[in-house]
């Protein structure tokens, strides 16, 4: 039987066959719908985990303990399970890991742009690259059984398109979940120095059994067609190859580390001219040039953003290279109409309770020490109300450094971070200020959910991944545990206790927190109310309501304009107008 599925899907579904007991992560595009699906699977549990250093922590665990493993995170993700990804590759596993991680070239949903097989590389595991969903599932199995082969955990690197991307998928029943023995060896799981020294040479030893194997395993193959040119291609680019040069030879890469590199010295004998197709970093090209082969890559194609069929085709042709004549057209260009359409920026959705506070926080002018979430969105027109963002939970180590190098900027620089971010890596922050005598004021957005992601449940929410009722982190209590102080709890639907709560607490001489709570307007829980509308009569067309930036706001014939069916009622443009002019539906004449 075949199902079309996604490949994030694909994944699930063969770590339900391939018998994984285990599964951790945390929810990050264009990885989550990985663990939500599996989830749904019987027999097995899933579970998100404050961060991706903890969630790789845990399958470590349940790894030495004997369970098959899935992690899963996004590419930056693996920045932060950094640290015991590279003991992991000391100590090896038990029960098979696969670690997933999501890349995103182009940067749909991401601050940077990345390329993990270099993680790979730099802590001598292997690293499997599927092309479509069925590969994605596929390599699952394979990986688990590399992983117990060769003791050694496994990354399965996605990227965007291969995640979201759906092709059929053939089904098959689960393998029986066998959890293997667990026993004592301190020599092998405790990274003592002297214990590690011994697992280094093991690494190393397993290294070369892995080139070995990479030789003659057949995620790689090679598909000879026309040798006037021969194509080394790994991941989605093996797909737009077929399309722009479906006559090519070709060495299709599944396992790209390590390479097989006797494999790749054959191919190249066999054709006159090689190239490398690669989206992102040179990874393929560089390790080849190091065999002391002659090739192309970077030179000729992009080392960022996504490729496709017709970046290829433009790219290669000038090499004399027979391509499918439709990819080398140049990209459509949309004729200009005599009114061109406005511009439709990334916006927050109508009612969301994130709007209030960078309202809020521009009309005080203040200093908004950013992070990552769907608030992020404040750094946009016409809010314009955030200065940084670097990295999940920076922004409240970025506020006490912008303090310390410049005192001045203490009374007027704020920063602000999810609940779910906070959570994930904003407490250290904070336990940062607190420690080294700052005295930044934090808002905690607390929205109920982890809403840039899909809506996920975070140990704030109440619910685990799985839908069981967990304990809620007391956001108050623990900032209070970590010695702040001054701790209170507001509405960003109202405006005026909101400003008053920021002024005070950006003025006290000692941290503060501001939990500002509202569900996310996109939840079944959000309160929502009739929604606005204008009195034409009373508007003057000061355009201050357009300033909130919320999308059922426009102005039609000079006059303000309130599309109801985007309107949750959230009232804030009634609190800004100066004129009364936006009323409840139904009270305009009250």
Known sequence: MKELLSGNAAIARGAFEAGITVAAGYPGTPSTEILETFAKYPDIYAQWSPNEKVALEVGAGASIAGARVLVTMKHVGVNVAADPLFTLAYTGVNGGLILISADDPGMHSSQNEQDNRFYALMNKIPCLEPSDSQEAKDMVSQGLEISEQFDTPVMLRLTTRVSHSQSFVEIKEPSPKNIRPYAKDPLKYVMVPAYGRLRRIFLEERTAQLKAYSENCPLNFIEWGDRSVGIITSGISYHYIKEALPNASVLKLGFTHPLPENLIKEFAAGVERLVVVEELEPFLELQIKALGLTVQGKDLLPSYGELSASIIARGLAPLGIAVTEEYLAQPEVIAASETPLPGRP?????????????YTLQKNKLVVSGDIGCYTLGSMSPLNAMDTCICMGASIGAALGMEKANPDMARRTVAVIGDSTFLHSGVTGLIDVVYNGGTSTVLILDNRTTAMTGHQENPATGSTLMGKPAPEVDLEALVRAIGVKRVRTVDPLNLKELDRAVKEETAAIEPSVIVVRRPCALLKKAITSEPAEVNKEACINCGICLKLGCPAISRQEDKSHVTAIQCNGCGLCL????????????????
């Open 346 to 358: 990334p916006v927050m959705c109508a009612g969301c309770p994130h709007r209030g506070v960078f």
């Open 575 to 590: 609190q800004v107008c100066p004129k009364g002019a936006l009323v409840k539906r139904g009270e305009e004449n009250a």
